[in-house]
C-alpha cells in the first residue's frame, strides 16, 4: 500500500462546476495535510494545507480532512479553465517527511 | 526574492558521465530537500538534510550522494548517470527542522535530466 494514494485521474469537469480530490493516508500519526497545484512543466505550488480535522475555505478552495478515516480532499468551486494542472496530496508524516500521492489531472473543460 | 534556485535547468548526460545539481535557498531555512518526479509516479524523495551538517536518505537514494555544502545550499551528485536517473529533480526548502509538522515547502523550477 502507498503510503499516500491519489486518483491519478484525469478528472474532467465543465467550467463552473466543483472539482473533488481525493487523498488517503496510511500512517495514523500523520499531523499535517497539503495540497500543491502543479501546471505542466512547472514546479508545485502550494495552494492549501489543514490540520485539524473538518473544512478549511480559502476563495473557491476548500480542503477536508478526517483522521479518523485518513481522508484529505480538495473542493474546488466555480472551476475554471485556468485550474487545468496536476493537484498534488502531500502528508507530512510521523517522521517528519513530507511525502506525496502520485498527482491527480484535473481538466477543466469551457 | 528568488526562494529556491536550481541549476542546471535542463541538462542531458551520457550514460556513465558525472554531474551535481546545484541548489540554493535565500530564506534562512533549516530544512532542505531532493525530490524526483517521474511520470505517474509523484515526487519521490531522494535525500534531505534537516539542518546545516546534517543529511539522510529518503525513499530512493541509490545512485545519489548529497552535500550540505552550508545554510543555503544543497547540492546532488549524480557519480555515473544511468537511464534509469533520466527524470526531472526538484529541490526544496522548509523552515522547520525535520519534527515540525507545519512549515511550508517551497520548490524551485526543477532540472530536467535526460541520461542517454
Known amino acids: 500500500q502507498k503510503e499516500v494514494e491519489q486518483n491519478s485521474g484525469p478528472l474532467s469537469v465543465p467550467e463552473g462546476a466543483i472539482a473533488s480530490l481525493n487523498c488517503t493516508y496510511s500512517d495514523r500519526g500523520s499531523q499535517s495535510f497539503f495540497w500543491y497545484r502543479q501546471y505542466s512543466g512547472k514546479s508545485p505550488e502550494l495552494i492549501m494545507f489543514i490540520y485539524s480535522n473538518g473544512d478549511k475555505e480559502d476563495g473557491r478552495f476548500t480542503a477536508q480532512l478526517n483522521k479518523a478515516s485518513q481522508y484529505v480532499s480538495l473542493l474546488i468551486r466555480d472551476s475554471q479553465p485556468s485550474d487545468s494542472a496536476t493537484y498534488l496530496c502531500a502528508v507530512r508524516n510521523q517522521g517528519g517527511k513530507l511525502i506525496f500521492g502520485q498527482g491527480t489531472e484535473l481538466s477543466v473543460k469551457p | 526574492n528568488a526562494g529556491v534556485t536550481q541549476t542546471p535547468k535542463f541538462q542531458v548526460l551520457k550514460t556513465g558521465q558525472s554531474m551535481t545539481l546545484q541548489c540554493a535557498q535565500d530564506m534562512n531555512h533549516n530544512s532542505m530537500y531532493w525530490y524526483r518526479q517521474d511520470p505517474g509516479m509523484g515526487l519521490r524523495l531522494i535525500y534531505y538534510?534537516?539542518?546545516?551538517?546534517?543529511?539522510d536518505k529518503g525513499e530512493v537514494p541509490n545512485g545519489y550522494n548529497v552535500s550540505r555544502l552550508n545554510k543555503r545550499e544543497f547540492s546532488l551528485r549524480l557519480e555515473s548517470a544511468a537511464p534509469s536517473q533520466t527524470s526531472v529533480y526538484f529541490c526544496?526548502?522548509?523552515?522547520?527542522?525535520?519534527?515540525?509538522?507545519?512549515?511550508?515547502?517551497?520548490f524551485g523550477a526543477g532540472t530536467r535530466l535526460s541520461v542517454l
Open positions: 538534510s534537516a539542518s546545516e551538517g546534517t543529511t
Open positions: 526544496a526548502s522548509r523552515a522547520g527542522t525535520a519534527s515540525s509538522h507545519l512549515n511550508i515547502q517551497y
